[in-house]
């Protein structure tokens, strides 16, 4: 029996070919998504659900299916991607999981269509290698959406395979320079494909993590969580982030009535992960709530992955112990596994240790960077600190770039920056892979090295008998990265990388148990960007007025510096400020009712990130992003990092202790003053003292 929001879709596909066999286009339509928040939580005390009291839904029965797009920023086009020159393909894999009911409704682009100079150009789309549009490009258009039906497309070996052929020409002259249309093409990576999916039965484990939509919430559910639900959060955060999730985090059962609720019953515009004991969610979960088998029967979820329904929406759920190595299976690809299952138990397994001198970028897991070369073409890719090995530094970059030869036998030159420094440059060979052994200065790699390869190749002039062809080049995977050992203390923010590849330890206040939101989002953000996926996240509560002791590398949020650390910025001298060579202040933290400042130190043998909330609460900012990358200490707050700068290197800002007054100080600040003054009694004192001997010598030769 056909649902009917098929026949909906059917009906539409019908129009849309008559209107397409009238030369028109059918009208554009874009998922309404909604903007993502970093914290949420019901003002006053938080309790446990009833069990039986329900949250007011829409009725699963009253719904056939929901709508959810896969965003091509989550299959590996974070920035999307881009045709120019008149030309190009591109072919795009769209992962179908298993294990819940659905079928591909339409694909829903964006794209921004530019052009210099005149031009017929187009768009033709090809799905499964069967033509399904065609798209007339005007050069105008910022911002355009089209929509394109999908009815009846099956996919293939897991996969549909999306083709974009992009043509055009300016001339009936073959013989020109496609450069001088100055056209571009750019595929938004928020272009999505839709599925529909049933809103009944259990859902699978993998397919509900898999299409997760954009915005995903993580709830936890416990009034007073665990530490072992704190790591379960970092953990689910730092997984999502890496594949373009935009996370955000609540508190209290309280809260599922706005996250489930939609304006469009029809959309499912925002993921749920519920971290939390299965008992308070019993009264809002759909029938046939999850279980597991056990030797006594089936019990219900305990240390289990599941996923569920509420609403007819699916949501994955981690609980008790399990969470923390739990979350760490979301975004892995052993999670395909599960393609089939509703609920299951996760264990501890061991990493094996890999290489610590070299590691190519297929181990990495990196996307190869391929392009077609009309003169010019730029490939890019990013290898960042966190990727590697524990204990190691990048030190060099060996990059195999294969370029096909020219037909008219031009060569091509390979240009190879890395953070935007030209490091190396080579005429690219024929017929085997062009090898750049890039040396990486010091200094010049923090977080990440991001490496850009131009190759160039002279187009033909004048008259010609073929018009002007592209040739592909790529970045081999083959490419690798030469490992050299890390220092013993970490000197930088992006040091802290390598110290925490093999888990990092989060001290954090015992309040953060009853105000998990006052730390978390800040929390999730350093992670997210100094940590490997892989690397176990474990959270001590430490009470209040008690030193935090790190048992391994950390990261330490509290008023206290944890023990036995030399602090780079001290608050026990009074008020904190930062001044310039002259002496002129620049940022005083004095002022300052909120934010947090951090910094790199070492307790005992383990080197960590001690953050110290500014606030009377003892609350971190909630920033839109913390990026820590140069510098050992960084002034934190609502915008994210006011400034960062570092105590051993720099030599143009300082801290300084304004309530400290010591002469030292104050001979530092009115220096210019102190030398002046000196200069002139020193200069008076020579006029006096010459007066006098001038007097002296009139008075001898008087007598």
Not at 34 to 49: D, E, H, K, L, Y
Not at 196 to 223: C, D, F, H, K, R
Not at 605 to 632: E, H, M, N, T, Y
Request: glycine content about 8%; hydrophobic content about 45%; overall charge neutral.
């Amino acid at each position: 029996m056909i649902r009917s929001s098929v026949r909906v879709l059917l009906a539409a596909a019908l129009t849309t070919t008559v209107l397409s066999s009238a030369h028109s286009e059918p009208k554009p339509i874009l998922p309404n998504r909604p903007t993502a928040v970093r914290a949420q939580s019901v003002p006053g005390n938080i309790v446990a659900a009833v069990p039986g009291a329900r949250t007011p839904l829409p009725d699963p029965q009253l719904l056939k299916s929901v709508s959810v797009g896969v965003l091509f920023a989550n299959v590996g086009y974070p920035n999307g991607f881009r045709f120019s020159n008149l030309g190009g393909r591109r072919d795009v894999y769209i992962p179908v999981p298993q294990g819940i009911e659905l079928s591909p409704a339409a694909l829903v682009l964006v794209f921004d269509d530019v052009s210099a100079h005149e031009a017929r150009r187009s768009l033709e789309i090809l799905v499964n290698d069967r033509s399904v549009s065609a798209v007339a490009l005007d050069g105008k258009s910022s911002g355009r959406t089209v929509h394109v039906p999908l009815l009846g497309v099956a996919a293939r070996d897991g996969f549909l395979k999306l083709s974009f052929l992009y043509s055009g020409a300016a001339t009936q002259d073959r013989c020109i320079d496609v450069r001088y249309v100055g056209d571009s093409l750019t595929m938004r990576p928020e272009s999505a494909v839709e599925f529909e999916i049933g809103v009944s039965g259990a859902p699978s484990i993998a397919a509900t993590a898999a299409l997760m939509p954009q915005n995903v919430a993580i709830l936890l559910s416990s009034p007073r969580p665990p530490s072992a639900d704190v790591a379960a959060a970092l953990t689910l955060a730092r997984s999502l982030s890496a594949n373009g999730r935009q996370i955000s985090f609540y508190h209290g059962v309280e809260s599922l009535p706005p996250l489930v609720k939609s304006d469009d019953p029809h959309q499912w515009i925002r993921g749920l992960i519920v971290v939390g004991s299965l008992d308070r969610m019993v009264g809002h979960i759909d029938p046939p709530r999850p279980s597991v088998a056990s030797a006594a029967g089936t019990a219900p979820i305990d240390n289990t992955l599941a996923a569920g329904r509420i609403g007819g929406i699916p949501m994955l759920m981690l609980t008790d112990a399990a969470s923390a190595r739990a979350g760490r299976l979301i975004g892995n690809p052993s999670l395909a596994a599960l393609r089939d299952t509703p609920s299951a138990s996760v264990g501890h397994a061991t990493s094996p240790n890999g290489s610590t001198e070299r590691v190519n970028f297929d181990e990495l897991g990196l996307v190869p960077a391929k392009a077609e070369v009309f003169g010019r073409a730029d490939l890019a890719v990013t290898v960042a600190n966190r990727m590697l090995p524990g204990g190691t530094r990048p030190s060099r970059i060996l990059l195999d770039v294969m370029v096909a030869p020219d037909g008219a036998g031009e060569k091509a030159v390979v240009s190879a920056f890395v953070n935007e420094r030209l490091i190396s440059s080579s005429v690219a060979a024929i017929g085997e892979p062009t090898r750049l052994d890039l040396a990486l200065p010091e200094g010049l790699v923090g977080a990440a090295a991001n490496i850009r390869v131009v190759v160039q190749r002279r187009s033909a002039q004048g008259d010609c008998r073929f018009e002007p062809q592209g040739y592909p080049a790529e970045i081999l995977g083959s490419s690798s990265v030469i490992l050299s050992p890390t220092g013993a203390a970490a000197q930088d923010f992006s040091d802290l990388s390598t110290f925490w590849a093999n888990g990092v330890e989060v001290l954090v206040p015992s309040a953060t148990a009853v105000k998990p939101l006052s730390v978390i989002p800040m929390l999730a953000d350093v992670v997210n960007g100094l940590s490997r996926e892989a690397a176990p996240i474990t959270v001590r509560y430490v009470d209040a007025g008690a030193t935090p002791t790190p048992t391994a590398s950390f990261i330490a949020v509290s008023n206290l510096a944890p023990a036995g650390a030399e602090q780079r910025v001290r608050f026990d001298r009074g008020r904190v400020a930062i001044v310039d060579r002259s002496g002129r202040t620049r940022l005083d933290i004095g002022g300052f009712a909120s934010g947090a400042v951090a910094q790199i130190v070492t307790a005992g043998a383990f080197p960590g990130l001690w953050i110290k909330p500014l606030s009377a609460d003892s609350a971190l900012p909630v920033a839109p992003a913390i990026d820590l990358d140069r510098g050992d200490v960084a002034f934190l707050d609502k915008t994210g990092v006011a400034l960062a700068m570092s105590t051993e290197r720099d030599t143009l800002l300082r801290v300084s202790y304004p309530d400290q007054r010591s002469w030292l100080n104050s001979f530092s600040r009115f220096r210019s003053w102190i030398i002046g003054g000196v200069w002139v009694l020193v200069t008076l004192g020579l006029l006096f003292i010459l007066q006098r001997v001038y007097r002296r010598r009139a008075l001898t030769t008087d007598k």
